[in-house]
């Protein structure tokens, strides 16, 4: 039963090989996605002389926690968003629905 078991492992390999082969061949090149980088970094730059725009990692209640400040004034009321975890990987994307709230708060992911 073992022997049989290899045997079907090794024509999987060598049936499933050509494919990633072919998958990896037909992803583009990562370094061409640098400009299209680039252009959503812009997007998302806060460069009002009053905004903040920082991410840093702060210690809360013993733990790591990556925070997000972001806003057009650093005088406007803060909100706090508290996402409902674990491991909510927003932080990448927040600006695209949170940029409107960003004029009148400072935001804290």
Same mark, same amino acid.
């Given at each position: 039963m073992i022997e049989y078991s290899r045997r079907m492992l090794a024509v999987l390999m060598l049936a499933v090989a050509p494919l990633a082969a072919a998958a990896q061949d037909a992803c583009p090149d990562r370094s061409s996605y640098a400009p299209a980088r680039g252009i959503i970094a812009d997007l998302g730059r806060i460069v009002a002389p009053s905004g903040v725009q920082e991410d840093y990692a702060a210690q809360i209640g013993g733990i790591a926690q990556? %925070?997000?400040?972001?806003?057009?004034?650093?005088?406007? !009321?803060? $909100?706090?968003? %508290?996402?409902?975890?674990?491991?909510?990987?927003?932080? !990448?994307? $927040?600006?695209?629905?949170?940029?409107?709230?960003?004029?009148?708060?400072?935001?804290?992911?």
């Amino acid at each position: 039963m073992i022997e049989y078991s290899r045997r079907m492992l090794a024509v999987l390999m060598l049936a499933v090989a050509p494919l990633a082969a072919a998958a990896q061949d037909a992803c583009p090149d990562r370094s061409s996605y640098a400009p299209a980088r680039g252009i959503i970094a812009d997007l998302g730059r806060i460069v009002a002389p009053s905004g903040v725009q920082e991410d840093y990692a702060a210690q809360i209640g013993g733990i790591a926690q990556w %925070v997000n400040v972001r806003g057009q004034d650093r005088d406007n !009321p803060l $909100l706090l968003f %508290v996402h409902g975890g674990p491991a909510s990987p927003l932080i !990448p994307t $927040l600006w695209q629905f949170q940029r409107p709230l960003e004029e009148y708060f400072t935001v804290v992911n």
